[in-house]
């Protein structure tokens, strides 16, 4: 296998910079640079040249022997000026040298999995971590990271092996009926595991929102203020804001940070009879985005909050807006001004509010539609099972545990799958 190397802080110029080595012949670095070997794990300066012995840079250097480093084999780090130029010069000697190449995103972590270091839910937690912006992501991808994705699955793995070796047995070594105590025990841990996995489906559009951001849309009438609003929340004139009607006609998105949850608000053109086509066209892709929201705000401007039909039944917040020349004594209605600054506080309260009632009290979260994929694979096979009399066909009960092993594991550790591997690492950054 190769041997890789990437910068592991990937900015343009910066004090100091950090080039990764990877690989079986990472140790070799010393004498492509011509500076003296390094104890490992002992940082370490050393001047480091060309291939025609040209100085390149001071660098700090530090050798971390396998297996127990991030990648689970020899690694070399050269701690570099920030400098462009130094980069580049030690890209062209690596480059040039034979088994050595420039890592692919994410080859560093893909190695890691390969090695046992990290299990796939750890790296695809890491690269969330890498990606976080928001306090609610970084909880949940550090959380992730740290293996507590991996430990629920590898113990409803662990159930079903237990479960599939007990059947096993049983239909070896036994001629008689199974006793009632080891028929009950066996569909009691299924009903268990079917309950928990039903409940981390529940929970799963929680989890891919923290990674993706929840959707909250804005709709009302012409001219109540949603383009003043969404302009106010994200300190930018990201819509244009006038007095004519029917001035927003696409969606326009904005990404924020709610107190810790990621949410994509998005501005919608003025509901109403259409007088032209294009508006038209408008007003029916805010109803449909208002259909496909976690969380829809009705603007009015007075006590008129109708709105068309909407095949939802997401939680929806009436807002009246310009409340400076006078408010709706009304407690299902928040007044806001944006002009006055009035209500706005109170405003996304009531949204983080929403947002913090539906996250799951104990269940795993599940952030990938792959996880969820197998998941739902594997509550089809427990749903077989229930249905399935273990004193007349115990070997299709086993073949449907077989089937859940198999999916549950697959969300930890995909084996033989190379494109799956590759679709999951290729998402991450340089020097990951």
Not at 67 to 88: A, F, N, R, Y
Not at 421 to 426: G, K, P, Q, R, V
Request: proline share 2%.
């Amino acid at each position: 296998m190769d041997t890789i190397f990437s910068s592991a802080s990937n900015v343009q110029k910066s004090a100091i910079k950090i080039i990764r080595i990877s690989g079986a012949s990472a140790k070799k670095a010393s004498k492509i640079f011509s500076f003296k070997p390094t104890k490992p794990r002992v940082a370490s300066l050393r001047k480091i040249y060309d291939e025609e012995n040209n100085i390149i840079d001071n660098a700090i250097v530090i050798f971390f022997p396998k297996p127990h480093t991030v990648t689970g084999e020899d690694i070399i780090e050269l701690h570099i000026h920030g400098s462009q130029m130094v980069e580049k010069k030690i890209y062209n000697v690596l480059s040039k040298t034979k088994t050595f190449r420039i890592a692919d995103k994410g080859e560093f972590t893909k190695r890691a999995f390969l090695n046992g270091i990290l299990d796939l839910t750890q790296a695809e937690g890491l690269n969330d971590l890498i990606n976080s912006e928001t306090e609610n992501q970084f909880k949940v991808s550090m959380s992730q990271y740290e293996g507590s994705l991996s430990s629920k699955i590898n113990f409803w793995r662990n159930e079903i092996v237990y479960l599939l070796s007990k059947l096993e047995a049983l239909i070896d070594f036994s001629d008689e009926e199974l006793p009632i105590d080891i028929v009950e025990i066996f569909n009691d841990k299924i009903s268990d595991l079917l309950q928990e996995m039903t409940k981390s489906i529940k929970y799963s559009k929680f989890g891919e929102r923290i990674r993706s951001g929840f959707v909250i849309t804005i709709i009302g009438r012409p001219n109540v203020g949603k383009s003043s609003l969404i302009n106010y929340l994200s300190n930018k004139k990201v819509a244009i804001v006038t007095n004519e009607a029917g001035t927003t006609r696409d969606i326009l998105e904005v990404s924020m940070d709610f107190d810790g949850f990621p949410v994509i608000l998005n501005d919608t053109a003025g509901i109403r009879d259409a007088k032209s086509k294009v508006e038209k066209i408008g007003v029916d892709k805010a109803i449909e985005k208002a259909e496909n929201s976690d969380l829809i705000l009705i603007l009015s401007d007075n006590e008129d909050f109708s709105y068309p039909d909407l095949k939802t039944t997401c939680r929806k917040i009436l807002v009246h807006t310009k409340s400076d020349l006078g408010k709706i004594s009304n407690k299902k209605v928040c007044n806001i001004s944006v002009k006055e600054n009035v209500g706005i506080d109170k405003l996304i309260k009531l949204v983080v509010n929403h947002l913090n009632s539906l996250a799951p009290k104990d269940a795993v979260l599940l952030t990938r539609k792959r996880h969820m994929n197998s998941i739902k694979k594997s509550i089809n096979a427990l749903n077989e099972i229930k249905k399935i009399d273990l004193n007349f066909s115990p070997e299709l009960a086993s073949e449907n545990l077989r089937i859940v092993a198999k999916e549950i594991g697959n969300i930890t550790n995909v084996i033989d799958v190379e494109e799956i591997l590759d679709d999951i690492f290729s998402s991450f950054c340089i020097g990951k």
